[in-house]
């Protein structure tokens, strides 16, 4: 399993100390980056923070034990400029009218929805939520899912997310398994200029 947890600012460093923290998120320097998805849920954090195998950080919250699931990874992990990378970590509901076992079907068939109508996203990863914990975490009941996209510059992520508002519409027309009205996201970059391909690796 992996540990994906929010940590506020002030604690941001101490899971690094500890030499627990496999990768490091901090928001994007890009104001318009960030600005592409303005609504961040119940948090604020300062960063996110993964690491490996299931055991909670003493920092931070809410905490979320997760289980991978490799949509596709980077063909090539070395961009030019490593800050251009976007990172969008998105922390999902599933819909009222689907069960989690449906939740999770049309979840990994959006890896293919992603591949045909989102040609200039880098990498995809998805990952089931199977436990909440630590300070703050009844705000994130019901959070089904946490999706991580890159796109390998800032510009791809800002100018080329959809390949054309028609790729958009078909794109959104395969949404109805969430509950997009309590979907939120956080636009990052990985500190220190971590690979898309530098991922923790659960126990």
């Known amino acids: 399993m992996i540990r994906l947890t929010l940590v506020a600012a002030g604690e941001r460093d101490t899971p690094d100390r500890a030499g627990r923290a496999t990768i490091v998120d901090v928001p994007h320097p890009d104001d318009g980056a960030r600005a592409r ?16 195998g299931p055991t909670a950080t003493r920092v931070g919250g809410p905490s979320f034990v997760l289980e991978e699931h490799v949509g596709w990874l980077a063909p090539d992990a070395a961009p030019t400029d490593p800050l251009g990378v976007v990172k969008q970590v998105s922390f999902l509901h599933r819909s009222d009218s689907i069960d989690l076992d449906g939740f999770r079907t049309h979840y990994r068939h959006h890896v293919e929805v992603a591949r045909r109508h989102m040609p200039a996203l880098w990498q995809y990863v998805q990952y089931d939520v199977v436990g909440i914990d630590g300070p703050h975490a009844e705000p994130a009941a019901g959070i089904v899912a946490v999706s991580t996209l890159w796109f390998r510059t800032t510009s791809d992520f800002l100018d080329r997310y959809f390949a054309s508002p028609e790729d958009q519409a078909a794109f959104q027309a395969e949404e109805g398994f969430l509950d997009l009205t309590k979907a939120f996201s956080f636009v990052v970059t990985s500190h220190p200029s971590a690979p898309p391909t530098a991922r923790p690796v659960g126990s």
Do not use: E, S
């Open 37 to 52: 998805f303005p609504r961040r849920g119940p948090f604020d954090p300062a960063a996110l923070v993964w690491t490996g």
